[in-house]
């Protein structure tokens, strides 16, 4: 079946310590798209990337980086920079070009938390 | 800057009444929006979408109402169904013509359906 797979499921880290959350998507979307959510709050964008090899900052970039080197795959490391990264990360994917709905189909989370 | 609003953050709804769920946008480049269900520890699932050039779009049981000149646009379900106790989320974009741009969402509205 096509869709977004997002692993881990659930990771801890210590403080200072990089982590990479992987997504990967077989819908042969062009672009992907991680967003953070915080309680009481929307999804906010970290980053996104509308085709192999290029990428924009969202909302919330810094403290975040990611890299876009295959269509189905685009990671996002979460580096001692980011202040508060103790969050639930979604993934996400889209069509680009005319006639595409808008529509996001995303993975089912990672929940990362800071020790 | 909250540019999708949704005021409230909860809602209970006895089954088999109707469920209205409310939001509102800021930006007068938006000219797309999508509300998206997710239930916890799941990633968000699009449910349905309106574009600016029309004022209602349904399906099923699920019907979405655009008030462009109120910057306004609201879900409606009925009847309401346990199945659809959830966080329900709006958000909008503006429309390329190279297709979707990223979305921006609101802070989600968590529907509680009581048998």
């Known amino acids: 079946d096509g869709g977004i797979t997002q692993s881990p499921k659930y990771l801890f880290r210590k403080e200072g310590q990089n982590v990479t959350l992987s997504c990967e998507q077989n819908?042969?979307?062009?672009?992907m798209y991680w967003y953070r959510q915080d309680p009481g709050q929307g999804l906010r964008l970290i980053y996104y990337?509308?085709?192999?090899?290029?990428?924009q900052k969202g909302d919330i970039a810094e403290g975040y980086s990611v890299s876009r080197e295959k269509k189905e795959s685009f990671p996002l490391t979460v580096t001692s920079a980011q202040k508060n990264p103790t969050a639930f990360y979604l993934c996400?994917?889209?069509?680009?070009?005319?006639?595409?709905?808008?529509?996001?189909?995303f993975g089912e989370g990672s929940r990362l938390t800071v020790l | 800057d909250q540019q999708v609003k949704q005021n409230s953050p909860s809602l209970s709804v006895q089954e088999g009444r109707i469920s209205i769920l409310n939001c509102d946008y800021t930006?007068?480049?938006?000219?797309?929006f999508l509300w998206y269900k997710k239930y916890p520890a799941e990633g968000p699932t699009f449910l349905i979408s309106?574009?600016?050039?029309?004022d209602k779009n349904e399906d099923g049981r699920f019907t979405v109402f655009l008030n462009k000149s109120a910057k306004h646009l609201s879900l409606h379900i009925v009847p309401s169904q346990p199945g659809d106790s959830a966080v329900y989320f709006c958000?909008?974009?503006?429309?390329?013509?190279?297709?979707?741009?990223?979305?921006?969402f609101g802070t989600g509205t968590r529907l509680t359906i009581i048998p």
């Open positions: 996400a994917s889209s069509r680009q070009g005319r006639g595409s709905t808008g529509e996001l189909f």
């Open positions: 819908l042969n979307h062009d672009a």
């Open positions: 990337s509308q085709i192999v090899n290029d990428f």
């Open positions: 930006n007068s480049m938006f000219d797309y």
């Open positions: 309106i574009s600016s050039i029309k």
């Open positions: 958000a909008a974009s503006p429309i390329s013509n190279f297709g979707n741009e990223k979305l921006t």
